[in-house]
Structures are given as structure tokens and as C-alpha cells.
């Protein structure tokens, strides 16, 4: 007779060994992402803000691509107003990121308000790889904090570096978050359903780029991935076949159990 594994306990409490695992995992993502706040700072101050407002700004706001979109339409001489616009419609992904994570972590007190604060998309990501509670929350906060820690210091060393840069653009970190994403993401692709529909975001992305204003193309893809998870699933789980005896009692028949008589 064989026996069938025991089913995850989503809401158990992982090993310690593999919750070391994911604060290591997170701490390597807070650095690697933390790198580029230099490219951020350096802009922030060629841009003409100061290096307290550009700290402010990184802390406050604290998320990567709203910051840079601020910076870009200030740099470009645009207003105040169009680029807190641009701001949040870049910060609408972690809205849904939020929704996402809500069942699993804190969302009420001073845990709650940190939480929303760090939700980004590294700490977002962190959680969803995350198979019980445990190290759902534990990527969270790892990846969060680590995140803000090292973002806002690398920040501050490129905001104090861009005072005397001509053009931080050729440092040549414009690529850096996108290669940060793409390697949280790298693991999510197991499956042919996560590839296509990977690979149609992007294709909508880059479509809408050139054409729509900063934060709708982000939006736009995330729209794909929404419409995939409302399209019925192409995989059904089979049923266990079932027989009444004599007596109208009914007996599931297990396939390695047949196999076995």
C-alpha cells in the first residue's frame, strides 16, 4: 500500500533552514536592486534638485520607477503636477501587488502602514515564491527592508557623486532594474501558460511605449495577465473514480492501489 504525501500547510510555518534561506535571498535583492539608487540620486541632483530633496523623495516615495518618472518630467521641464501624475500611474502596479498579498500579511497598525510602504516589486516578489505564510511574510519583509536600506544609501552616495557628473546617463545602470526584475522572475517561468503570457505583456508593452503616456504601458501589460486569470484554466484535475458496492457504500478507487492488486 502506498501512501500519499501529506499536502503543504499553506498556513504553517516553514523550516529554518529554508526561511535562512529566503532573508539571504532577500538580502542579495536589497543590494542588487540598492545599486541602482545611485543611478537615481545622480539623475535626482542633475536634474536640479538638491541632495536633501532627492532624499526625501526616495524615502517618501520609495519606489524606483515613480521616481525616476518625477525626475524625468521635472528634468524635462515639466511641472510639479504632471509629474506626480506620472508618479502614480507608474506606483498603480503596487496597488495590485497589495491586494495580492493582503490575505497573507499584516494590513492593520504600524505593521500595516509599513507594510503598504514596502510593498514593491521585489518585496511582492519575494512573498509570491513564498510556500506557506511563513515565507510568504518573511520574503516580504526581508526583501522590503533590505531594499529601502540599501536604496536610500546608494541614493544618497549617487545624489552626492551627481553634483559633480556632467551626464550620470553614461554610467551605463539604465538596464539595471529591468535586469533585477527579469531575474525575479526567471524562476516564476516553470510553466508553458507563465511563458505566454510573459511574453505577450512584454509584446503589449513595447507596443503601447511609444504611444502612451509614462505608467499606462506598465498597466497595459498587467491587463494580460489579469484577462489570463479570468480565461477558464486549460487544466482540470481528474476526479477519483468511484464505485457503490452492495450495499450503496461508495469507494474511492485509487490508480496505484489498482495497480498493486
Do not use: C
Not at 504525501?5 to 543590494?31: C, K, Y
Not at 540620486?41 to 520609495?62: D, R
Not at 518625477?70 to 491586494?99: C, D
Not at 505564510?133 to 518573511?138: I, L
Amino acid at each position: 500500500m502506498t501512501t500519499a504525501p501529506p499536502a503543504a500547510d499553506q498556513g504553517g510555518r516553514g523550516s529554518p533552514g529554508r526561511l535562512r534561506t529566503v532573508r539571504r535571498t532577500g538580502f542579495s535583492i536589497g543590494l542588487a536592486t540598492g545599486l541602482y539608487g545611485i543611478s537615481f540620486g545622480a539623475l535626482a541632483t542633475a536634474s536640479g534638485l538638491h541632495v536633501w530633496q532627492a532624499m526625501v523623495l526616495s524615502a517618501v516615495m520609495f519606489t524606483g520607477g515613480s521616481q525616476f518618472a518625477f525626475i524625468g518630467v521635472v528634468g524635462g521641464g515639466g511641472s510639479a503636477l504632471g509629474a506626480a501624475l506620472a508618479s502614480v500611474l507608474l506606483g498603480l502596479r503596487n496597488t495590485l501587488y497589495g491586494l495580492i498579498l493582503a490575505p497573507s500579511l499584516p494590513h492593520r497598525g504600524v505593521k500595516g502602514i509599513l507594510r503598504a510602504h514596502l510593498t514593491i516589486d521585489e518585496s511582492a516578489a519575494l512573498a509570491a515564491s513564498g510556500t506557506d505564510t511563513a515565507e510568504k511574510r518573511t520574503g516580504f519583509w526581508a526583501a522590503g527592508l533590505w531594499v529601502f536600506v540599501f536604496w536610500n544609501l546608494f541614493s544618497l552616495v549617487g545624489a552626492l557623486a551627481g553634483q559633480y557628473v556632467a551626464d550620470p546617463r553614461a554610467w551605463g545602470l539604465d538596464a539595471a532594474a529591468a535586469a533585477a526584475f527579469l531575474a525575479l522572475l526567471w524562476p516564476r517561468l516553470r510553466s508553458g501558460d507563465a511563458v505566454v503570457i510573459a511574453v505577450a505583456a512584454a509584446f503589449i508593452a513595447l507596443l503601447t511605449t511609444p504611444v502612451l503616456p509614462p505608467g499606462l504601458p506598465v498597466l497595459a501589460a498587467a491587463l494580460v495577465a489579469v484577462v489570463a486569470g479570468l480565461l477558464p484554466s486549460r487544466h482540470h484535475p481528474v476526479p477519483a473514480a468511484s464505485s457503490r458496492d452492495g450495499e450503496g457504500a461508495t469507494t474511492a478507487r485509487n490508480p496505484e492501489q489498482e495497480g498493486e492488486r
